[in-house]
């Protein structure tokens, strides 16, 4: 297993880790102690039986290996790369307690990229029933609920609104973390089980809820889209983006190959990133690649950091200044941006998160010099839709409310991902789309 | 892919094309707008839907860009890449009693469509097309067809009145009790013409037009200041209360990329030449 050196990667957006060789996964396989009860697969959510296609790894058997995963997941390249599984499936590895766990992702992703490049047959459709099923969203929890409905022999419909599919798989995370051509590979996998895609099509405008709830079953699946903002002074000024936007201009659009492509970005010299998620680390690493010198502001401690470890591990390794325990109170500028001001934060007691509550302390208000401020301090649930969803039940923070099967308050409308969650990770969002796949396949059967 | 079943140029450097995408034309409302990528290293730019028959969606766009060069460069019979849409909020459409439509340059575009849900609604449309120059304008056929009244008025007096759009909106304001009145047109032409019906608070709509990537409201690219709140025209709009719009920060926005549009322009005018000698 390698990983790229950092001033080698930080200059193009190639796939920073470059995963196992076959010895090192076969050498990996063997060590798992193929427990009697496997912890491992009830840290995973959508199931695999990871100890089963371990022990054919170890034998060698690599396509077989893979027959196994995708029975419980089609996007294994996918999870793979982008799955917490520090605190999943490896987490709760037996061997963790002595040495270091099983490096199951990696060997997930070892299999899957093995049978991307030896062309593993994808599961048959199953036998039609005539019933139709509309999924509104393409993003990890549609297309996995698309694979279990066709699987099942239902009839899909994939409503995607962007030009292309794969939601945060392709407008959010990165090439270097998640290469393109992997997303469009197992995607068009499931699609080529007969799952009909229209692009462009934004449900609530190009198809009204009306024709929606025509269908047998809906599948609400439209991720956490909408960019918070943190409301402050200078937010409009050019060069503030939403992380949402920089990412999307990048990975969907390639503002990074302009004017190859047309759609342009700013090339910050300095730029500053709020928040410390996935998603801030995934901006700080573009804008880094761009050319920039990166500061990453936080308000709480490194340790707090909710990215994970790996991810803020490269991130530093790729020259990103971290500053915590601050926060940005303004931006500075006339039309552009030219600075970031930050008051330093104190650490007080947990807060419902468990995190300490950070409070500003008086008069420690210092700037950064910027000419990009770009804010990744969370999602919320994609608004359009939904507000024309009015009679759909839905929490304080705007997600749609749904019981562990998916189902929401109207009656065939079920929904799952971060939509119901707020935003959460790929695997979690699939784990739920199969639950609510399985529902709608029981309902579809009464 | 969606085909241009139509293309032509009905003014000066100013385009009509065709685009067979049923579900836009089957859905969309006065005031809405699309999302068109030409190709796939395209950008996606959202432009307003100025007419729909049947299948067909009708975009009318002044080449100023890259994109929009290379899209009056598309022969009827050949396609576009993606069409999203319709997107935006629809029109306010409601018995006002008497409105006014002003539409500045390419800004007529958005016009008819307007009028006529008006009109359907019992309302008495006024419009008042404005150009440069009488080479700059558009629409003046369809525009009289619905309109109960109809007046032009260009910069240079070169057709109809001598001056500008929001001269005749002021006259119409001074003399007569108007309900309701859209003002679409280069920023700058809304933010002075709004102006006239500030005092007697006449609700008066604008159309804006910032950058935009998704136009779902994902990225917050087109956020614009509205009564000192954020709002997304994506969604939120594209049309506000023209009183309420901070119009100087929207102008400022819009500028944010002129440099690299200037390069991808130059780009695209350098490939369209060379291939032309090559030719």
């Given at each position: 297993m390698a990983v790229r050196?950092a001033?080698?990667?930080?200059?193009?957006f190639?796939?920073?880790?470059?995963?196992?060789s076959?010895?090192?996964?076969?050498?990996?396989?063997?060590?798992?102690?193929q427990c009697?009860?496997?912890?491992?697969i009830?840290?995973c959510?959508?199931?695999?039986?990871i100890?089963?296609?371990?022990?054919?790894i170890a034998?060698?058997?690599i396509?077989?290996a893979?027959?196994?995963?995708?029975?419980?997941?089609m996007?294994p390249?996918?999870?793979?790369?982008?799955?917490p599984q520090?605190?999943?499936?490896e987490e709760r590895?037996?061997?963790?307690?002595?040495?270091?766990?099983?490096?199951?992702?990696?060997?997930?992703?070892?299999v899957?990229?093995?049978?991307?490049?030896?062309?593993v047959?994808?599961?048959?459709?199953?036998?039609?029933?005539?019933?139709?099923?509309a999924?509104?969203?393409?993003?990890?929890?549609?297309?996995?609920?698309?694979?279990?409905?066709?699987?099942?022999?239902?009839?899909?419909?994939?409503?995607?609104?962007l030009?292309?599919?794969?939601?945060v798989?392709t407008?959010?995370?990165?090439?270097f973390?998640?290469?393109?051509?992997i997303?469009?590979?197992e995607?068009?996998?499931v699609?080529s089980?007969g799952?009909r895609l229209?692009c462009?099509?934004?449900?609530g405008?190009?198809?009204?809820?009306?024709?929606l709830?025509?269908?047998?079953?809906v599948?609400?699946?439209t991720?956490a889209?909408?960019?918070?903002?943190m409301?402050l002074?200078?937010?409009?000024?050019?060069g503030?983006?939403?992380?949402?936007?920089?990412l999307?201009?990048i990975?969907?659009?390639?503002a990074?190959r302009?004017p190859?492509?047309?759609?342009?970005v700013?090339?910050?010299s300095?730029?500053?990133?709020a928040?410390?998620?996935n998603?801030?680390m995934?901006?700080?690493?573009?804008?880094?690649?761009?050319?920039g010198?990166?500061?990453?502001?936080?308000?709480r401690?490194?340790?707090?950091?909710?990215a994970r470890?790996?991810?803020?591990a490269?991130?530093?390794?790729?020259?990103?200044?971290?500053?915590?325990?601050?926060?940005?109170?303004?931006?500075?500028?006339?039309?552009v941006v030219t600075?970031v001001?930050?008051?330093?934060m104190?650490?007080c007691?947990?807060?419902e998160?468990?995190?300490p509550?950070?409070?500003?302390?008086?008069?420690?208000?210092?700037?950064i010099?910027?000419?990009?401020f770009i804010?990744?301090?969370?999602?919320?649930p994609n608004?359009?839709?939904?507000?024309?969803?009015?009679?759909?039940?839905r929490?304080?923070?705007?997600?749609?409310i749904?019981?562990?099967?998916?189902?929401?308050?109207?009656?065939r409308?079920?929904?799952?991902?971060?939509?119901?969650?707020?935003?959460?990770t790929?695997?979690?969002?699939m784990?739920?789309?199969?639950?609510?796949?399985?529902?709608i396949c029981?309902?579809?059967?009464? | 892919?969606?085909?241009?079943?139509a293309s032509?140029?009905?003014a000066?450097?100013?385009?009509?094309?065709?685009?067979?995408?049923?579900?836009?034309?089957?859905?969309a409302?006065?005031g809405q707008?699309?999302?068109?990528?030409?190709?796939?290293?395209?950008?996606?730019?959202?432009l307003?839907?100025?007419?729909v028959?049947g299948?067909r969606v009708?975009?009318?766009?002044?080449?100023v860009g890259?994109?929009?060069?290379?899209?009056?460069g598309?022969?009827?019979?050949?396609?576009?890449?993606?069409?999203?849409g319709?997107?935006?909020?629809?029109?306010?459409?409601?018995?006002?009693?008497?409105?006014?439509?002003?539409?500045?340059?390419v800004?007529?575009?958005s016009l008819?469509?307007?009028a006529?849900s008006?009109?359907?609604?019992?309302?008495r449309?006024?419009?008042?097309?404005?150009?440069?120059?009488?080479?700059f304008?558009?629409?003046?056929?369809?525009?009289r067809?619905?309109?109960?009244?109809l007046?032009?008025?260009?910069?240079?007096?070169s057709?109809?009145?001598?001056?500008?759009?929001?001269?005749?909106?002021?006259e119409?304001?001074?003399?007569?009790?108007?309900d309701?009145?859209?003002?679409?047109?280069p920023?700058i032409?809304?933010k002075?013409?709004?102006e006239?019906?500030?005092?007697?608070?006449?609700?008066t709509?604008?159309?804006?037009?910032p950058?935009?990537?998704?136009?779902?409201?994902?990225?917050?690219?087109c956020r614009c200041?509205?009564?000192?709140e954020?709002?997304?025209a994506?969604?939120?709009g594209p049309e506000f209360?023209?009183?309420a719009?901070?119009f100087n920060l929207l102008?400022?926005?819009?500028?944010m990329?002129t440099?690299?549009?200037r390069?991808?322009?130059?780009?695209?005018?350098?490939?369209t030449c060379?291939s032309?000698e090559?030719?």
């Open positions: 050196p001033d080698e990667r930080v200059r193009d190639s796939e920073v880790d470059t995963g196992f076959r010895e090192e996964a076969i050498a990996e396989a063997e060590r798992c102690l009697k009860k496997p912890l491992c009830d840290g959510p959508v199931g695999i039986d100890p089963a296609f371990i022990a054919l034998e060698g058997d396509c077989a893979a027959g196994i995963i995708q029975q419980s997941n996007l390249a996918i999870c793979g790369r982008v799955c520090e605190t999943q499936c590895c037996i061997l963790g307690n002595k040495e270091s766990p099983v490096r199951i992702g990696q060997l997930e992703r070892y899957a990229d093995f049978a991307r490049k030896e062309g047959l994808p599961p048959e459709r199953g036998k039609n029933t005539g019933k139709q099923v999924v509104v969203g393409s993003g990890p929890a549609g297309i996995t609920a698309a694979a279990e409905l066709a699987a099942a022999g239902h009839d899909v419909t994939i409503f995607e609104s030009h292309k599919p794969g939601g798989l407008y959010g995370i990165p090439a973390r998640l290469p393109k051509d997303v469009d590979y995607i068009n996998r699609l089980r799952v229209l462009n099509h934004v449900v405008r190009s198809i009204t809820v009306q024709e709830l025509a269908y047998d079953a599948l609400l699946g991720g889209g909408l960019p918070y903002f409301n002074p200078g937010e409009h000024l050019n503030v983006y939403s992380a949402n936007e920089f999307t201009r990975n969907l659009m390639h990074d302009f190859l492509y047309d759609t342009p700013i090339r910050g300095r730029v500053v990133v928040g410390a998620g998603v801030a995934d901006a700080a690493r573009a804008a880094r690649r761009l050319g010198r990166v500061t990453l502001v936080y308000r401690r490194e340790k707090d950091m909710p470890a790996a991810e803020i490269h991130a530093r390794e790729e020259g990103i200044t971290f500053v915590t325990c601050a926060n940005p109170v303004e931006i500075s500028g006339e039309t600075g001001s930050c008051v330093k104190n650490m007691e947990a807060d998160s468990g995190r509550s950070a409070v500003p302390i008086p008069d420690t208000q210092f700037v010099d910027a000419d990009i804010q990744a301090i969370g999602q919320g608004p359009l839709l939904l507000s024309l969803f009015d009679s759909i039940s929490g304080k923070a705007g997600n749609v749904a019981d562990a099967d998916g189902k929401t308050s109207l009656p409308v079920f929904a799952a991902g971060d939509v119901t969650t707020g935003s959460a790929v695997i979690e969002a784990g739920a789309a199969k639950k609510a796949a399985k529902a029981r309902m579809l059967q009464d | 892919m969606y085909t241009i079943t032509n140029e009905i000066e450097n100013i385009f009509e094309i065709w685009v067979e995408a049923p579900h836009v034309a089957t859905h409302q006065a707008f699309v999302i068109i990528r030409v190709d796939e290293t395209g950008e996606r730019i959202p307003t839907i100025s007419a028959t299948d009708r975009i009318i766009f002044m080449a890259k994109t929009t060069h290379a899209l009056a598309i022969q009827a019979g050949e396609d576009i890449a993606d069409i999203a319709p997107l935006g909020k629809p029109s306010e459409i409601e018995k006002y009693g008497t409105c006014v439509l002003v539409g500045g340059g800004g007529i575009a008819p469509f307007i006529q008006l009109k359907k609604a019992d309302n449309v006024i419009g008042i097309i404005g150009a440069r120059s009488a080479n304008l558009i629409l003046e056929d369809e525009m067809s619905i309109c109960d009244e007046c032009i008025t260009t910069d240079d007096g057709k109809g009145f001598h001056g500008f759009a929001a001269d005749i909106l002021k119409l304001n001074n003399t007569r009790k108007l309701a009145v859209w003002i679409i047109g920023t032409m809304m002075v013409t709004a006239v019906t500030r005092e007697k608070k006449v609700q709509f604008v159309s804006l037009n950058i935009m990537v998704d136009g779902t409201g994902m990225c917050g690219s200041r509205v009564g000192n954020t709002k997304f994506c969604v939120d209360d023209a009183h719009v901070d102008m400022q926005r819009q500028r990329y440099e690299m549009e390069i991808s322009l130059e780009r695209f005018h350098e490939y060379t032309r090559e030719q």
